[in-house]
């Protein structure tokens, strides 16, 4: 079992910039992939970075050049969002992949925190 908790989000005038954090405990060995979504309102949640073993990166087209996601630690997953559109309002929500040997058999979901960008 791995639990997550978000944190970060808020109100940011276009433009801006946010960080987002997500803190995972419980079995973090097993812990195979990590990632960021998104939902925007009356919309179908959305990947937006993953960040694989060995560091490997992936970005939605929409946020690519903005938006990074980094890993400081074993347990700790960042996503920097710069240069802030009204369009990147959402619940973004934290996912961890986890499973024994690397193979990723299990996936958890954090709470989701709001984001929220006025033009």
């Known amino acids: 079992q791995v639990q997550l908790v978000e944190s970060g989000g808020g109100l940011v005038q276009a433009g801006g910039s946010l960080r987002l954090s997500c803190v995972a405990s419980?079995?973090?060995?097993?812990?195979?992939?990590m990632a960021w979504y998104r939902q925007p309102p009356g919309e179908r949640r959305e990947m937006v970075a993953l960040?694989?073993?060995?560091?490997?990166t992936t970005y939605a087209d929409s946020v690519k050049g903005r938006f990074t996601i980094s890993r400081d630690n074993r347990n700790t997953v960042y996503l920097q969002m710069d240069s802030l559109k009204p369009e990147d309002t959402a619940v973004y929500y934290c996912?961890?992949?986890?499973?024994?040997?690397?193979?990723?058999?299990?996936?958890?979901w954090g709470q989701g925190t709001q984001v929220t960008v006025s033009s």
């Open positions: 996912k961890v992949d986890s499973g024994p040997g690397g193979i990723s058999v299990d996936e958890y």
């Open positions: 960040l694989s073993t060995g560091d490997y």
């Open positions: 419980g079995d973090i060995n097993s812990i195979t992939g």
